[in-house]
């Protein structure tokens, strides 16, 4: 128990974050109060803003505190390639490792039909409309390689099909870095599936 | 109820899963000898984690697991030979059996004839997709004790005959009528004995073995409509938006 009341409701509501327990949140408190009050103020401020300000965008759906992403507002990307992925941090992933131009669209999750999850909830009827529109010439279904994600890629697939857009998915198989023997049966049959003429 | 009971290399699907703490994940399995069950695999979502991306919907698997109360926590986890999983569109219906599963069976009741019959969906419903739901939830009422009367007809006990037609009774039977009178269901012979002998290649009699089911099944499920009919009636809708073929919907 904190000797104030007020330390006692900081620490609660830092565990709120993923990973943090009660011991972590206890030390994450002791050492603003005690060693950082400055970054301290910075936090609150920038999660103050951030709770109130960020929304999604217009255009590709990710997080966002404008109307359009900075993404989707830059004139040097490219127009006609359209990336789907699941999150926002998918985006980053992309971003931060390969020389990808063009634009994205995030779902925010995956088609989980047990969990009521549609293509409504994934701003499907947002895309369609996109893809109609003639500008995108190729769709890059980057969506996980797992069960849901296979079958999220799939629909999109179809849906793109009848807007006549040109449909690819990203390949999925050995990592970098990895030894045959030690990979699991299902990546192996879906890696020596794909493979690729040298 | 504090006896811990351990459980080794089981034939097992996992029906559905939740993400659970940080890094673990909530399965909800449906194993052979233990019928459906909740079990925790801990820390299976962390980024070193052995079996990181291994438990997936649809793949026959082998699990150990211990278990103490309600939630069992896995403790082994290994393949038997690759066998097909559905893909693409079939995934859908693949899904559907899934929340009937989920739907019908209760906890820690054991149905390895409905375990067998699953198996065997998800292996066909790749080649033969209707036929291979239908047997399905045909064997899956049968286990849970609501089977069709198939071979006889209600009341009399006469056997089916091929070229008659019949109104199906829920609940009572077939009856051999010209015309429906009592909002049963309106279908051939024939297609009572398909259904009977699990023989549904031809498509016309699978059309109404499928509504003659959806009546039968919606009866034990209640009045909370299925999820995963739902989703896939949205997603027919949206990519028949610019197809003028109407895309066949396959679960009920």
Redesign the interface.
């Known amino acids: 128990m904190s000797t104030s009341r007020l330390i006692g409701q900081l620490i609660e509501s830092l565990r709120c974050l993923p990973g943090v327990g009660p011991k972590s949140a206890q030390r994450m408190a002791y050492h603003l109060l005690e060693h950082d009050r400055e970054g301290g103020r910075r936090l609150a401020e920038a999660l103050n803003q951030s709770m109130e300000r960020i929304g999604h965008c217009r255009d590709c759906r990710t997080l966002s505190e404008d109307d359009r992403c900075t993404l989707c507002s830059s004139e040097r990307r490219d127009r006609s390639l359209l990336c789907v992925v699941e999150t926002p941090a998918d985006v980053l992933a992309l971003e931060q490792s390969i020389g990808y131009q063009g634009l994205y669209f995030v779902l925010m999750g995956h088609l989980s039909p047990l969990d009521g999850i549609g293509p409504e909830e994934l701003g499907l009827d947002q895309l369609e409309p996109r893809l109609r529109g003639g500008e995108v010439r190729e769709l890059i279904l980057a969506t996980n390689p797992t069960v849901e994600g296979e079958a999220t890629a799939h629909y999109i697939g179809e849906i793109a099909h009848a807007c006549g857009v040109r449909v690819t998915r990203i390949a999925h198989g050995v990592p970098m870095g990895g030894e045959l023997e030690y990979i699991d049966g299902n990546t192996l049959s879906h890696a020596f599936a794909g493979r690729t003429e040298l | 109820m504090s006896t811990r009971s351990k459980v080794t290399l089981e034939p097992a699907f996992i ?2 899963h939740y993400p659970y703490r ?1 890094s673990s994940l909530l399965l909800e399995v449906f194993a052979r000898g233990y019928g459906r069950l909740g079990l925790v695999a801990r820390g299976v979502r962390s980024a070193r984690a052995r079996w990181r ?2 438990l ?4 026959p698997l082998l699990l150990s697991w211990s278990l103490r109360g309600e939630l069992g926590t896995l403790t082994g986890l290994e ?1 038997p030979v ?1 066998t097909g ?1 559905p ?3 079939r ?2 219906s693949a ?2 059996l ?2 009937l599963i ?1 739907r019908l069976l209760a906890r820690h009741d054991p149905h390895p004839e409905v375990f067998d019959a699953y198996a065997e969906a998800i292996r066909d419903i790749d080649v033969t997709e209707e036929p291979a739901l239908r047997i399905f939830e045909k064997r899956l009422l049968q286990a849970l004790g609501y089977g069709l009367l198939l071979e006889h007809e209600a009341d009399s006990g006469l056997p089916i005959e091929n070229e008659a037609w019949y109104e199906y009774l829920l609940e009572r039977g077939p009856v051999r009528r010209a015309q429906v009178c009592e909002q049963g269901i309106f279908l051939r012979g024939s297609s009572l004995t398909a259904l009977h002998r699990e023989r549904l290649a031809d498509p016309a009699c699978c059309r109404e073995v499928k509504s003659l089911m959806r009546a039968a099944l919606s009866l034990y499920l209640g009045s909370r409509p299925l ?2 009919r ?3 009636r ?2 027919v809708t ?6 003028d073929t109407g895309s066949r919907t396959d679960m009920n």
């Open positions: 029906l559905h940080d991306g291994q997936q919907n649809f793949r393949f690759a999983m893909a693409g569109r995934l859908l899904y559907y899934n929340e989920l999820k995963t739902e989703v896939l949205q997603l949206m990519s028949d938006k610019g197809r």
